[in-house]
């Protein structure tokens, strides 16, 4: 088994939910290794990784220098929004150079959906896509099912609703894909303005009211409401969402059982959440964060020693 | 064609020779004092399990134990891909003027071995490492030898060596296959 | 200038009710007979057509030549080229080239272009608005004069009612149709795609079939008040079939057009983000596509038109959603049209003749689309039943964007003839 995920990651749709499983199982025996003293293990010695975000990405970026480094793996930093790129050069081209400078894997940040499949398509190094557009984001998708399985033991059966910027969310994607998969229920719900018209087709149910959502789910995973959804006239206002589809201490304490928060962040408490909710006894986040570099390194890890130069290099060698 | 089988230990060929490894052992160490039973991913860990035991009936003491997993430490990540489980590591005290006893099954080409000993640095500087193997079947590559061994055999490169523990394979025995497939 | 004799083809022409094995005979350009056999004259050029159709020449009314400002993705001579090769023996011409084809000169420009290109025919269409702005009237009555068929300001949708009125009221004087693309351009904003699962499940942002269909019932409604001609660009939904047919039923001058990826492609065909599968009105769902179809069998949709709009594959080589929107079409057209609607019974040759030939003359005005005596001698010599495969390298069009590459199609123009020249034949 060299290639237990194929070569590149670009979403869970197109994942088994044995390969799903298979990266989660991955993932947590390795969240010891964050607890070392060392907090470094030898395995990608030798590897080039270039982090190639084209958007702007605190954490995700973080989170991934993180699993590369406790990887051991050599990693650049390209902040394409201020690169050759700005000025005019082409996704192509740019493919073109990072395969010229004899890289082993690439992890992408894009504003445009496909973006990562059209880098992949082009190179043999390894692509991880952290995030393309409004399509997919895999890694967030898998570090909420990590999450939601330590604290299950099993997602089968278990009820989760997706709240708020379904439309504009590649979270949302990879969640709706990856819950279903390992046997989970999922839910939408927000203003309607903001899920696809199409959303049902995707096997999921949807809801209108937030009140609805809490009364049948297990868990809540709640999107960041991007601040320009307002100018770009899909809600009126903030303080109307928040007053409306916000999750807040008084909505929650009307539910039947203990129901999980999680949130992709960064978080915008007192619109699409409220404090005492992010910071309160169900909350997940800060394991959402935590889990996330050892899935990342999970990830890592089963790509690695499936690029074509790597394995010719060390036959050579 | 299938492979041809032989038992090299049965289960109580196989019983006898832990106990004898756990003497050896506790013998090698002068007592039990400061004693780490660190058992390599996944065969070793039962078989520390099983030392420990003994040493608990013999001496009367419960021995610390841990477990190591080497996948993320080995050389052929490049060559052979990803192995697709990782176990756990599980090293539950400060290693630092402990007497680590790495434990494995089949010590072959050291490969393994030889990552444990890395692994293990990276949690901390132990007084003194030693190697107890249920089996020696020689073919090594590196220059690592045990320090304690419950059967040593001669085994071609191409041969196959099994160490069963009832835990997860349902019987206790060491088995040598030889021929294709093996 | 010599006679040409097509001799022994199915000659078929639903203008005349013709259709029997038989001969054309062109006579200084003109068509002399047609479907009966007749010896060749002294001296005549006779090009053998047994076993294949010989249809009027095909008239596309809607492709965008590049020529002026894009010469490096298609020149009008390349274009004409590309036409003859895929059998189309004149093409109409949008005007949203740069400088915009908005006044006479831009007119006379295209016209020369493409006498000089010895291949199609190209017929001038004229801006409605000065340079496709959608605030002030071209100047219709100059550029008629100069040559121009018809006014668009295809490429963007007219968004101001009541220029589109105005449009339709002027162009009455010169009977020119009032070609619109017909998209709100606030519903499809941003959008790259239909809107649906597919857009859902790919994460782009999708152009919903109203947006097509709420300026499609603008304009039916429209040319209801002003009794101008409006003809409809490359209609993509089963609603806009349903207010086109509405429309025709009551008598309104509407006339519509569909296209060769509208009758055969669905929006799945964007899945793994290829870019040449991005077109505007996007690809559309199978019920879609099944009712567009019927509408060009019932004759509700007038005419098959490529919208053949070549691109820089550098261009196309880009993200989804930054990739620019249309696919070639002129040399795929026929094969396309036998493959997905002559093949499975869906259209008769004799209706897709019709659609391609006859009815685009007809509403456009053309002379053409017929074997009448004196007619001009534009003639399609096609193989029906020819598969091949298409392999974008060989294009005469200079774009190679085009979903159809590497697939097996039915049907290849073997001979193509204008005005009684023989401008394309088979190797």
């Known amino acids: 088994m060299t290639a237990p995920l194929g070569k590149d990651l670009l979403g869970l749709e197109r994942l088994s939910a044995e390969q799903i499983s298979l990266i989660l199982d991955t993932a947590e025996p390795l969240k010891e290794i964050s607890e070392r003293t060392i907090k470094k293990v030898p395995t990608l010695r030798g590897a080039t990784i270039v982090n190639l975000f084209f958007e702007a990405s605190t954490r995700t970026r973080i989170s991934f220098e993180f699993a590369e480094k406790r990887m051991s793996a050599d990693t650049v930093n390209v902040a394409a929004a201020t690169s050759s790129v700005t000025k005019g050069e082409t996704l192509v081209d740019t493919a073109r150079n990072l395969e010229a400078m004899k890289i082993d894997m690439v992890v992408i940040r894009h504003p445009s959906s496909g973006a990562a499949q059209f880098l992949a398509d082009r190179i043999d190094s390894n692509v991880i896509n952290a995030g393309d557009g409004t399509h997919e984001h895999p890694t967030q998708g898998l570090l909420d099912l990590l999450t939601l399985r330590e604290r299950w033991g099993t997602l089968a059966a278990k009820r989760v609703c997706i709240c708020g910027d379904v439309l504009h969310s590649r979270v949302a994607r990879s969640n709706i894909w990856g819950l279903k998969k390992l046997g989970a229920e999922v839910a939408v719900c927000g203003p309607r303005s903001l899920l696809p018209g199409a959303i049902t087709e995707l096997g999921v149910h949807v809801f209108d009211r937030i009140e609805q959502a809490i009364e049948w789910a297990d868990a809540l995973n709640i999107l960041r409401l991007q601040l320009e959804r307002m100018t770009g006239g899909y809600i009126p206002s903030l303080r109307e969402y928040n007053r409306v589809f916000g999750v807040t201490r008084e909505r929650l304490d009307r539910a039947q059982r203990d129901i999980l928060i999680l949130h992709p962040g960064p978080m915008n408490r007192g619109v699409e959440i409220d404090s005492d909710v992010a910071d309160g006894p169900h909350s997940v986040i800060l394991d959402q964060v935590t889990n996330g570099v050892a899935i990342r390194m999970a990830v890592l890890y089963l790509l690695a020693g499936n690029s074509p130069r790597l394995a010719d290099a060390a036959k050579g060698g | ?182 | ?427």
């Open chain 2, 1 to 182: 064609m299938a492979p041809s089988e032989s038992i090299v230990l049965n289960a109580r060929a196989l019983e006898r020779t832990l106990s004898r490894m756990a003497d050896e052992i506790v013998e090698k160490n002068d007592g039990t004092d400061d004693l780490v039973l660190v058992g390599i991913q996944r065969r070793g860990v039962q078989v520390a399990a099983r030392l420990a035991a003994v040493i608990k009936e013999r001496e009367g003491v419960g021995v610390m134990r841990g477990a190591l997993d080497i996948t993320l430490y080995r050389d052929d990540l490049q060559t052979v891909g990803p192995r697709p489980v990782v176990g756990r590591t599980d090293i539950p005290v400060a290693i630092e003027g402990k007497h680590i006893i790495i434990v494995d099954d089949v010590l072959f080409t050291g490969r393994t071995v030889r990552a444990a000993l890395n692994e293990l640095a990276d949690f901390g500087r132990p007084a003194r490492v030693s190697l107890a193997v249920v089996v020696d079947r020689g073919g090594r590559e590196l220059p690592i030898q045990p320090d304690v061994v419950g059967k040593l055999i001669d085994a071609p490169k191409d041969a196959r060596v099994d160490v069963f523990v009832t835990e997860l394979d349902g019987r206790d025995e060491v088995v040598l296959l030889q021929g294709p497939g093996a």
């Open chain 3, 1 to 427: 200038m010599r006679d040409l004799l097509l001799k022994g083809g199915r000659v078929v022409d639903p203008s005349t009710g013709i259709d029997r094995v038989g001969d054309v005979l062109i006579r200084e350009g003109k068509i002399e007979s047609a479907g009966d056999s007749i010896a060749a004259p002294d001296n005549a050029e006779v090009v053998d057509c047994s076993g294949r159709i010989v249809s009027p020449g095909f008239i596309d009314v809607h492709c965008h030549l590049r020529e002026p400002g894009r010469e490096d993705v298609e020149t009008i001579a390349s274009g004409a080229r590309a036409a003859a090769a895929g059998g189309i023996t004149a093409v109409c011409a949008m005007p949203n080239t740069d400088p915009v084809t908005d006044n006479q000169a831009a007119v006379g420009f295209v016209l020369k272009q493409g006498r000089a290109a010895d291949a199609a025919r190209v017929y001038p269409i004229g801006a409605i608005s000065i340079g496709q702005k959608g605030e002030r009237l071209a100047e219709f009555g100059e550029m008629v004069g100069a040559g121009a068929v018809a006014v668009s300001d295809d490429g963007k949708p007219v968004v101001s009612s009541q220029l589109m009125r105005t449009a339709l009221e002027y162009a009455r004087a010169f009977n020119i149709p009032v070609a619109d693309h017909c998209e709100d351009p606030t519903l499809a904003a941003g959008g790259a795609m239909n809107e649906g699962v597919v857009s859902a499940r790919l994460g782009l942002r999708g152009i919903p079939s109203e947006a097509e269909e709420i300026m499609a019932i603008r304009d039916i409604l429209l040319a209801r008040r002003t009794g101008g001609h409006v003809h409809l660009c490359h209609m993509s939904t089963k609603g806009s079939v349903e207010l086109i047919r509405w429309g025709k039923d009551r008598g309104i001058r509407v006339t519509a057009e569909a296209c060769p990826h509208h009758l055969s492609l669905t929006e799945d065909m964007v899945e793994g983000y290829n870019t040449n599968a991005k077109m505007n009105p996007p690809l559309r769902t199978l019920a879609d596509v099944e009712a567009v179809r019927e509408a060009v069998r019932d004759g509700t949709i007038d005419v098959i038109a490529t919208d053949h709009a070549p691109h820089h594959m550098d261009e196309k080589q880009s993200g989804f959603a930054d990739a620019p929107n249309g696919i070639i079409g002129l040399e795929t057209c026929l094969a396309v049209n036998i493959t997905w609607l002559v093949k499975p019974g869906i259209l008769s040759i004799a209706t897709l003749i019709d659609r391609m030939a006859c009815a685009p003359a007809k509403i456009f005005g053309l002379p053409g689309g017929t074997f009448k005596r004196g007619a001009i001698g534009d003639v399609t010599v096609f193989d029906a039943t020819r598969e091949w495969v298409v392999d974008p390298a060989g294009f005469k069009t200079k774009g190679r964007n085009t979903p159809y590459g590497g697939q097996t199609l039915t049907g290849r123009a073997t001979c193509t003839v204008v005005g009684g020249t023989v401008v394309f034949h088979e190797a």
